[in-house]
């Protein structure tokens, strides 16, 4: 795995981490956008994201955008859910190369933020075929 902080997608200070198994070959990379302290800069950043990556691949294979907790007031109780495991926004589109993925998460409490998941299809799968072949 290889961290790397920068710009990327017109926005500074994400974390860019490229992903790959013992083949040393990269199937997997994530962004992770900047910490946000509210619902609006998350919902702000899921939803430019996600209109600019419907733009270049078409409409989304799967599209899942709710809170678990019925009884939402305002932002401070939707960005509490975000934190506690109660906020499902997630966005995935399929192309002939991979997939990709988009989400709202947390790591721990106070770390909220969108994150980007790019899967390269034909790596993935020679990292699965080595795993086969060790067995």
């Not at 899942?64 to 906020?87: A, H, K, L, Q, S």
Request: a negative charge; hydrophobic letters at 35%; proline letters at 1%.
């Amino acid at each position: 795995m290889a961290m790397f902080e920068g710009e990327f997608a017109a926005t500074k200070g994400c974390t860019v981490i490229a992903v790959a198994k013992s083949t040393n070959v990269v199937h997997k990379v994530a962004v992770a956008f900047p910490d946000c302290d509210t619902w609006s800069c998350l919902f702000n950043k899921y939803e430019s994201l996600k209109d600019m990556l419907t733009q270049k691949y078409g409409e989304p294979a799967l599209n899942v955008e709710r809170f678990d907790d019925n009884y939402i007031r305002d932002d401070g109780d939707r960005f509490y859910d975000v934190r506690t495991d109660r906020c499902r926004y997630s966005t995935s589109w399929v192309t002939e190369e991979g997939e990709i993925d988009l989400d709202i998460t947390h790591a721990g409490y106070t770390s909220c933020f969108v994150r980007l998941i790019y899967i390269d299809g034909l790596n993935t799968d020679k990292v699965i075929n080595q795993a086969i072949d060790d067995l």
